[in-house]
């Protein structure tokens, strides 16, 4: 028996070992966020419900976890539902919820006429950057950023990040008014178009690209005026102070293309072979020969106002409209 304890013991010992050495054992937590949650915590911005209990601490691996944790099933007093539950820190989950009332809700209905019913989004997992050993750590890790991956409408209609960004006219622009949104609320948000690890996911985290935090990741750049007025707009929290963007050099929170942390400490584990960006085809040059044409045969109407983009408008130089049905259109993307 002695032998059998001891030897769990040691498996035990070496999986803990194991797990060290998947985090940065030189990394340890800024104050910042200790602090960060407690005036969060202190001013009550975080409301609880059936929906959003409050946890245990977690504390570790490592510098992972967040002092009092949130698990969520449902966003805006239970109206939305969530795919799967989510554990955030109070900071997040407060941007979070304002996020959807101030802009996420007023986008659909402009732009579908219909609110958000469903959000298919990940948080927390306590990993490295890019799933990497070692590497420094995730802002996922703290329950201080969250990934979306698509939007439910209430009469089913599922708007993906990684389709709707270049999809429709609406749903173009309604992916482009949530962008902009979550750049007024948080510190960290990267699209599809900021690098090729986000090409089907949009990631929003509060991390700290300077001492004072007012530093301010937002990419990709993109040309669009948003048609949620800002005149008489009623804002649910108030928006954070006015921040600067932060210079090339900032770090950036470059997330793997496993935005739920599935496996987030795996060692043995390469470079996922679908995080890359979507293949471009080029268009046909010019002097090439037309194919014959056939005709069409006739197709029902689609049932929705917005309608599909043509393959020519892939080319990053194709006008758009991306204007809600029924109003003016604005500067193209």
Known sequence: MWRSV?????????????????LNKFERRDPWRDQAEQMCLSRKLVTTTEFVTPAKEIDGPGPCGMQQPFRVTRLGNGTVALKQRMTLACPALSEAEAWLADTIQPAAELYFGQPVAEINAGAYACRGRNNQPGAKLSEHSFGNAVDIMSFKLADGYVITVKGGWRGTEAEQGFLREVFLGACQRFTTVLAPGSNVFHYDHIHVDLARHDPR???RICQPLIKFTPQLGAEG?????????PRQPAPPQA??????????????MSQGRGPNPVARAP????????YASAPPQRPLAPRAPAPRTATALPDAT????????????GLSPGPLY
């Open 6 to 22: 001891l030897a769990f013991s040691a498996l035990a010992l070496a999986g803990a070992g194991l797990t060290g050495c998947a």
């Open 213 to 215: 935090g007012l530093r």
């Open 233 to 241: 707009r009623r804002l649910t929290r108030p928006l954070p102070p």
């Open 251 to 264: 770090p950036v929170d470059v997330e793997e293309d496993d935005p739920y942390g599935l496996t987030p």
């Open 279 to 286: 293949a471009h085809h080029p268009a046909p040059a010019a």
């Open 314 to 325: 892939l080319d990053d130089d194709a006008p758009l409209s991306l204007s809600p049905p």
